[in-house]
């Protein structure tokens, strides 16, 4: 599987009151690189709701937080799934800034699949599990 990354721009909002990014904040540009990511193999998070009843959601993350990123840094997101599961995805993931490639923090994030009335776990779709295989 190939590495996908997404580019992020740092905005005020993303700060804290000492100008770097606030820490929960990475969380959303882990998610947005995934959510991409899918979109790029073709498959929407909406579509997946409405045709397979299913929902992609953190089971569980470990991350580490290396140097600050502050406004208006321009910085990659990557995203890589490392592990599958029968219903779940782990993703490598990490934050770089672009002006000098530092390594901003990293995580391993790991999805799951669930059914979307019940949240109960289901088996990842056979498509989407293809499309992964082949990518």
């Given at each position: 599987m190939t590495e996908f990354t997404w580019p992020v721009r740092v905005y005020y909002e993303d700060t804290d009151a000492g100008g770097v990014v606030y820490?929960?904040?990475?969380?959303?540009f882990l998610e947005r690189a995934r959510t991409e990511y899918l979109r790029s193999l073709g498959f929407e998070q909406d579509q997946l709701k409405l045709q397979n009843g299913i929902i992609f959601a953190v089971h569980s993350l470990s991350i580490q937080y290396r140097k600050p990123a502050v406004f208006n840094d321009a910085l990659t997101v990557s995203a890589l799934v490392i592990d599958r599961g029968k219903a779940t995805l782990t993703?490598?993931?990490?934050v770089t800034r672009e002006?000098?490639?530092a390594l901003v923090c990293s995580a391993e994030v790991k999805i799951a699949c669930l059914q979307a009335d019940t949240f109960s776990p289901v088996r990842i779709p056979a498509?989407?599990?293809e499309v992964l295989d082949g990518n």
């Amino acid at each position: 599987m190939t590495e996908f990354t997404w580019p992020v721009r740092v905005y005020y909002e993303d700060t804290d009151a000492g100008g770097v990014v606030y820490y929960a904040n990475y969380l959303k540009f882990l998610e947005r690189a995934r959510t991409e990511y899918l979109r790029s193999l073709g498959f929407e998070q909406d579509q997946l709701k409405l045709q397979n009843g299913i929902i992609f959601a953190v089971h569980s993350l470990s991350i580490q937080y290396r140097k600050p990123a502050v406004f208006n840094d321009a910085l990659t997101v990557s995203a890589l799934v490392i592990d599958r599961g029968k219903a779940t995805l782990t993703f490598r993931q990490m934050v770089t800034r672009e002006r000098d490639k530092a390594l901003v923090c990293s995580a391993e994030v790991k999805i799951a699949c669930l059914q979307a009335d019940t949240f109960s776990p289901v088996r990842i779709p056979a498509n989407i599990l293809e499309v992964l295989d082949g990518n």
